[in-house]
T-cell receptor, first 114, second 113 residues
Framework: DTEVTQTPKHLVMGMTNKKSLKCEQH?????MYWYKQKAKKPPELMFV???????INESVPSRFSPECPNSSLLNLHLHALQPEDSALYLC?????????????FGSGTRLTVV | QQQVKQSPQSLIVQKGGISIINCAYE??????FPWYQQFPGKGPALLIA?????SEKKEGRFTISFNKSAKQFSLHIMDSQPGDSATYFC????????????FGGGTRLMVKP
């Protein structure tokens, strides 16, 4: 298995809703990432998990809450989002958290906040 | 501060032509330079990558040229095909920075039949 699987593919949520995005990989990768991508823009790093521990939080608002239950799973819990949070949310993984590693990205979750 | 600058923003090439996308970086601590290809509705996919101890790397129709002194690197797509139409991102990372990628702004390539 050489894929990163993200669910759901599409999500529409109201500003008062609570929802979660899920990411799964079975490549034995020990680093996992959440990126946010707006239309016609490059991905922006949100969080990095190294060996199931949060190692980097790029000053992301607390309405985004990451969780890594085990080495294969990564969740992003969403609460009280704003319309400007609408974007493609990408999960990625790499073999380990050291530099010089290519990422494997999932296809993303297209989030619309209404 | 944009640490990786990419040009052009968009590019139109005829089928069979050569597509050239350029990137320039500022941080000399970068030591890994990948290129990603992204189709609409999909996540980016690693295309090819280079390290600064190599001046050129070729994989099939894709070649990275790297100029360490100029702090520039470029992607050449030979014999461009309509299926190559996508957005291309250059990126860079540092060995001691948690494998965080800094992306360029992206280039939308259209290859005309």
């Amino acid at each position: 298995d050489t894929e990163v699987t993200q669910t759901p593919k599409h999500l529409v949520m109201g500003m008062t809703n609570k929802k979660s995005l899920k990411c799964e990989q079975h490549m034995g990768h020990r680093a996992m990432y959440w990126y946010k991508q707006k239309a016609k823009k490059p991905p922006e790093l949100m969080f990095v998990y190294s060996y199931e521990k949060l190692s980097i939080n790029e000053s992301v608002p607390s309405r985004f809450s990451p969780e890594c239950p085990n080495s294969s799973l990564l969740n992003l819990h969403l609460h009280a989002l704003q319309p400007e949070d609408s974007a493609l949310y990408l999960c990625a993984s790499s073999q380990d958290p050291w530099g010089g590693q290519g990422y494997t990205f999932g296809s993303g979750t297209r989030l619309t906040v209404v | 501060q944009q640490q990786v600058k990419q040009s052009p923003q968009s590019l139109i090439v005829q089928k069979g032509g050569i597509s050239i996308i350029n990137c320039a970086y500022e941080n000399t601590a970068f030591d890994y330079f990948p290129w990603y290809q992204q189709f609409p509705g999909k996540g980016p996919a690693l295309l090819i990558a280079i390290r600064p101890d190599v001046s050129e790397k070729k994989e099939g129709r894709f070649t990275i040229s790297f100029n360490k002194s100029a702090k520039q690197f470029s992607l050449h797509i030979m014999d461009s095909q309509p299926g190559d139409s996508a957005t291309y991102f250059c990126a860079a990372s540092m060995n001691n920075a948690g494998n965080m990628l800094t992306f360029g702004g992206g280039t939308r390539l259209m290859v005309k039949p």
